[in-house]
């Protein structure tokens, strides 16, 4: 499966921002799917995950509350819906796939998308 995350940007804190992240390839509702992101000079950290159907979700405790994810298995997209923004938020945000695994660990994703840059200015 290939994976493109979109949707990054600008924003101030406070704002909001959905990513998006379009899937082809293999059948898209047979993949776990998970966000991570990665803030420069740090390690890519998970931020939340969504079952097959989308009726299992999972959060770091810094989206808990905030952010969710979401998925349109009809349109092959997963989305990531951030309000109330932070300027700890910034960092590259992927997306990632798996048939099996939606955990926290990205070292057990099979598939990356390339990334899309999240700016949060204060």
């Known amino acids: 499966v290939q994976l493109q995350a979109s949707g990054g940007g600008l924003v101030q804190a406070g704002g909001s921002l959905r990513l998006s992240c379009a899937a082809s390839?293999?059948?898209?509702?047979?993949?776990?799917m998970a966000w991570f992101r990665q803030a420069a000079g740090k390690e890519r950290e998970f931020v939340t995950s969504?079952?097959?159907?989308?009726?299992?979700?999972g959060y770091s405790d810094s989206a808990k509350g905030r952010f969710t994810i979401s998925r349109d298995n009809a349109k092959n997209t997963v989305y990531l819906q951030m309000n109330t923004l932070k300027p700890e938020d910034t960092a590259v945000y992927y997306c990632?796939?798996?048939?099996?695994?939606?955990?926290?660990?990205?070292?057990?994703?099979?598939?990356w998308g390339q990334g899309t840059l999240v700016t949060v200015s204060s």
């Open positions: 390839g293999r059948t898209f509702s047979r993949y776990r």
């Open positions: 990632a796939a798996d048939p099996t695994y939606y955990g926290r660990r990205s070292d057990e994703y099979d598939y």
């Open positions: 969504i079952s097959w159907g989308g009726g299992i979700t």
